[in-house]
């Protein structure tokens, strides 16, 4: 049903967000101003996540670009952690890394979003506004208040680290998600970090076409391996399916 394309490019880019000089890796498939699907990493995490390099290279091969950045105060980008750090930030991130990338003549106008964890949230915020035509999510809170706040499981290393009293991670997405379509949710039916009945209230409050898989037993991290292949199989078709039309 799609074409398979098996010679990807990766280019480093940077853009600006509020001052920060943010920093991400473009994978670009051999096809002619392709549509791009753009990561959110998780809160602890960085955008070397191993699930968005195993997406970025199935979507090269359907013939869709894959831009993961590292959001403010993480990996390459500039920023200090717990200072700059809150789901009003994120999506501003967000933002302006859909802004570069429809600057570029060599990508097309038609956008995706992959938000794993806290990266969810922020693409659930960010959706309609970015005019995303197809979303996947892994993980999402819809509110801050259901993460763990003291002791927080990292959603790609299974690291642990402990947050500044000061940090904040008060927010709430339920406006955000009335408008939202074409959306795919994964979410571990034993996630000890996200509650389940998160992902049963996205999927409850947005729009068709939408899909809701449970990984059985699965924790936050998605640790299972049969796991990691059905999320990135999975993802990968449906970003074909929404912006390949």
């Not at 299972?224 to 999975?234: I, S, V, Y």
Request: aromatic share 8%.
């Amino acid at each position: 049903m799609f074409t398979i394309n098996s010679k990807p490019l990766c280019r480093k880019i940077t853009f600006h967000s509020d001052g920060y000089l943010l920093s991400g890796t473009l994978h670009l498939p051999d096809a002619d101003r392709p549509p791009v699907v753009i990561g959110s990493h998780g809160l602890l995490s960085s955008s070397e996540s191993p699930k968005q390099q195993e997406l970025a290279a199935l979507c090269n091969r359907y013939g869709i670009a894959y831009f993961r950045f590292d959001h403010r105060g993480c990996g390459a980008s500039q920023g200090y952690f717990p200072e700059v750090t809150s789901l009003k930030s994120r999506t501003a991130d967000l933002r302006n890394a859909v802004d570069a990338v429809r600057r570029r003549p060599d990508l097309g106008q038609r956008i995706g979003l992959f938000g794993s964890s806290m990266g969810g949230a922020t693409c659930l915020a960010a959706a309609r506004e970015v005019a995303a035509e197809a979303v996947v999510i892994y993980a999402a809170p819809v509110r801050g208040g259901n993460i763990q706040r003291v002791r927080i499981q990292d959603d790609a290393d299974g690291e642990m680290a402990s947050l500044p009293d000061t940090f904040s991670l008060q927010f709430d997405v339920t406006e955000k998600l009335n408008g939202i379509h074409n959306i795919l949710i994964f979410h571990g039916d034993a996630d000890t970090v996200v509650p389940f009945a998160d992902a049963r209230e996205i999927h409850a409050l947005t729009g068709e076409p939408k899909r809701l898989i449970a990984l059985e037993k699965g924790d936050h991290r998605m640790s299972r391996k049969d796991h990691q292949q059905l999320f990135a199989r999975e993802a990968a078709q449906w970003f074909a399916s929404g912006l390949l039309r």
